[in-house]
């Protein structure tokens, strides 16, 4: 039996690692699709379980079924992890003996303590001396249904501990690796954000709008956004406070785009956007809007005590990438269009080709 227990044991680990291997990303997926695959993931593990199970007497068998529905139960929920019990609680119907109604009723009461405990659960922060506790919570009910057959307390004398005791060895080994891979994949997410993100506007860099650039489509508006004297800002107020603007910019910029137009910061107090594919008229729409935002927001710069309000004003230049231009010359031409928007004055956008620009 105990052969046939360490073999369920040793199933269950491998299951948990190929499973751990589909977490790729960074938050952890709430999608329905990827809550379906969880759920048919944990009742195939559970099914798995149950084809090596270590039988005690005729017609009555254990194994580990119940750790992979609690841990689907702990991350996605009670009615996942019962709906992911039915196939498993099926085949155990099919196979009979005496010990179906117990094994009936050991899910039923594992899943129920599971629920009480569920809101207590931190996946993250809850410390493994805790998370043993946990386990030995979860499992206590596992096997105590054995007690309605005629020789329930001799088996359950013979059974209780040793079947607790891998059951909780069981999670904690499942969740060790589930956490770890975790761990893994939003450092690696972590560090991918960083590498594509400006730390102090919050926006894309320069970086990554040159890799975006490549995937730059025809009807596609680039456009390039300076603060106008900046340099007077930070020999003023200092460069703490022109720091505070870049932020403030950055937070405008993510307000007011829609989440399918990228912003960056390109260089200093330069900014660059993407508008993927803009109706004819809405690339001067945007870049007024814009403009003015940024006009007629005040800015709070200084300590909290000492705080002054700034009004900033940005010139904007903008072009259209077209099939025959390449990304780089593009960019050249928004470039252009932002120079000849603070050549005429500042605090005004140019459309590269276009005939008209603000007046201000």
């Known amino acids: 039996m105990l052969r046939t227990l360490l073999l369920n044991f040793s199933l269950l680990i491998t299951l948990a690692y190929l499973f751990s291997l589909t977490l790729r990303t960074w938050p952890l997926r709430q999608d329905l699709t990827f809550r379906a695959q969880a759920t048919l993931t944990a009742s195939l593990i559970a099914v798995v379980l149950l084809l090596q199970p270590a039988e005690v007497v005729p017609g009555v068998i254990i194994d580990m079924r119940p750790v992979p529905l609690v841990l689907l139960a702990l991350v996605y929920g009670v009615p996942a992890a019962v709906v992911a019990s039915v196939p498993m609680l099926l085949y155990r119907f099919a196979l009979g003996g005496p010990g179906v109604l117990p094994a009936f009723l050991s899910i039923a009461l594992i899943l129920l303590v599971t629920a009480a405990v569920r809101r207590h659960f931190d996946s993250e922060d809850l410390p493994w001396p805790h998370l043993a506790l946990l386990a030995l919570v979860l499992f206590s009910p596992n096997g105590l249904p054995i007690l309605l057959l005629p020789n329930g307390r001799e088996l359950l004398a013979q059974l209780y501990l040793p079947l607790l005791a891998l059951n909780v060895a069981g999670f904690l080994t499942a969740a060790v690796i589930l956490r770890d891979r975790l761990r893994l994949v939003r450092l ?87 508008l993927h594919a803009p109706q004819s008229g809405s690339s001067e729409m945007i870049a007024e809007r814009l403009r003015s935002q940024i006009a007629q927001t005040p800015l709070l710069v200084g300590d909290e005590d000492s705080a002054v309000p700034l009004h900033i004003t940005a010139s904007l230049g903008g072009a259209r990438h077209t099939a025959s231009a390449e990304a780089q010359r593009t960019v050249a031409l928004a470039d252009q269009a932002l120079y000849q928007a603070k050549q005429e004055g500042r605090n005004r956008w140019v459309i590269h080709r276009e005939i008209s620009s603000s007046q201000i």
Not at 192 to 219: I, K, T
Request: aromatic share 8%; net charge negative; hydrophobic share 40%.
């Open 188 to 274: 690696n997410a972590l560090f991918q954000r960083q590498a594509q993100q400006d730390a102090l506007s919050g926006l894309l860099n320069r970086r990554q709008f040159e890799e975006d650039l490549l995937h730059l489509q025809p009807g596609d508006l680039v456009m390039m956004l300076d603060i106008d004297h900046f340099k007077r800002i930070n020999d003023t107020y200092g460069h703490a406070a022109g720091d505070q603007v870049i932020t403030a910019i950055g937070q405008l910029l993510r307000s007011t785009l829609r989440a399918s137009d990228p912003a960056y910061r390109y260089g200093g107090e330069e900014f660059a956007v993407i």
